[in-house]
């Protein structure tokens, strides 16, 4: 199946509806359900969170366009609770924390494969490493506070080992900002990249942010805001590598693009039925809403919609394990660091950074206490100690 952006016109919007009962649908199966089926979810959630973020800022900008983004964004924000609600409630806060990360690793690195700029495609291998750290922190938070393994989660796809150290992570400002692509001669699908991979990392700063105080355990207090830092850090990578200068109609058009783009992806692989089709009528609805906002930018900016998007979209994200891909950018590129926009050697970080990094880790490191002594084995610590017991 391939989409034709301008021809394809999905649902209109007067038909986009729901009731509290199809918002609220059966949660996926944690433990029967593919993996990926959660990434599906988690990743969608942070889209649709995106969506709405960005609405609020943009009416807050443009009185004229009030009217028709509180339209929109009511469908949106529904789309949102529908997709969010299908994790069920016995998913932990730890194992949905899990369920973040593999999104991070899974997703950045299906991107990073597939982004034809050479600097972003380093950008997402840089930010990439630093996620497959906090997999490997928080699955020892995992392991020690509920005695589970994190693999149940992960179901095989993702290594749990450590990646560039989080205590290592955090930069000054100044060293956070990436150069941005030219929206006249970037390609639709670098676009598409960037704003896939900002929603999912806000989306996992505001979890991370909500759910950390909610711990009693004072390490899993501490290690949430330590990682939570370091996601406002990708935040801020991430949309720096938009270009400002879209103006703002521009910028909603190719949100609602890429709604389309990213559930076309989900419905491609997903292999529960019944979340396919959910998939399939989302897609219809965000082609509708693509449809209104190009009228809006026609009779708005009076510019051709074609000067921004192209007819066809690109083939669509690959929802399957990269752990080679991710073995190989950890044995090559580890060691990296940034200095402003620049990827540098591991000595040439700014003095600004490493005087922040030294002052914030001056008292102790959350990431580094959480894994003292620990590594991921098959059945976690415990089952280490029983094993160790039955031997005595």
């Not at 997402?124 to 995992?142: C, I, K, P, T, V």
């Not at 192209?310 to 950890?330: A, C, G, M, T, W």
């Amino acid at each position: 199946m391939s989409i034709d952006l301008f021809r394809d016109k999905g649902v209109s919007l007067d038909k986009q509806r729901f009731t509290w009962k199809d918002l609220v649908q059966k949660p996926i199966s944690k433990l029967n359900d593919d993996a990926f089926t959660r990434v599906r979810i988690i990743l969608m959630n942070g889209i649709e969170s995106e969506a709405n973020r960005f609405s609020h800022a943009c009416s807050r900008m443009n009185k004229d366009l009030q009217l028709p983004l509180a339209k929109i964004r009511r469908v949106e924000q529904h789309q949102q609770t529908l997709v969010n609600w299908l994790l069920g409630a016995d998913h932990s806060p730890l194992e949905t924390t899990i369920g973040f990360e593999q999104v991070a690793i899974e997703v950045t690195a299906a991107v990073a494969q597939k982004e034809p700029d050479p600097y972003l495609a380093q950008v997402y291998r840089y930010g990439l490493l630093e996620d497959f750290d906090h997999m490997y922190r928080y699955s020892a938070l995992m392991d020690r506070l509920e005695g589970k393994d994190a693999n149940s989660i992960l179901q095989g796809y993702t290594d749990i080992v450590p990646g560039r150290p989080t205590m290592f992570e955090h930069r000054d400002p100044s060293d956070e900002l990436r150069e941005a692509y030219d929206r006249e001669k970037a390609e639709m699908l670098s676009k598409f990249h960037a704003l896939t991979i900002m929603a999912g990392e806000n989306q996992t700063h505001d979890y991370y942010m909500t759910i950390g105080p909610m711990f009693s355990d004072p390490t899993a207090r501490q290690l949430y805001a330590e990682i939570a830092s370091i996601e406002e850090q990708h935040v801020t990578q991430y949309e720096s590598i938009i270009d400002p200068n879209e103006s703002w109609l521009e910028k909603w058009m190719m949100h609602e693009a890429n709604e389309v783009y990213n559930y076309y992806s989900c419905m491609t692989f997903e292999t529960n039925p019944r979340i396919k089709a959910i998939w399939e009528r989302f897609l219809e609805y965000e082609l509708g809403q693509l449809h209104a906002v190009m009228e809006l930018f026609k009779k708005t900016e009076r510019r051709d919609p074609a000067e921004i998007l192209d007819q066809k979209l690109p083939s669509p994200i690959e929802y399957k394990s990269q752990r080679e891909f991710v073995r190989e950018v950890l044995r090559e590129e580890v060691n990296l660091r940034v200095k402003g926009d620049e990827f540098v050697g591991l000595n040439e970080e700014s003095r600004a950074t490493i005087q922040y990094r030294d002052y914030m880790n001056s008292e102790g490191c959350p990431t580094e206490i959480v894994t003292s002594g620990y590594v991921w084995k098959p059945g976690t610590e415990l089952a280490n100690l029983e094993n160790f017991n039955m031997k005595q």
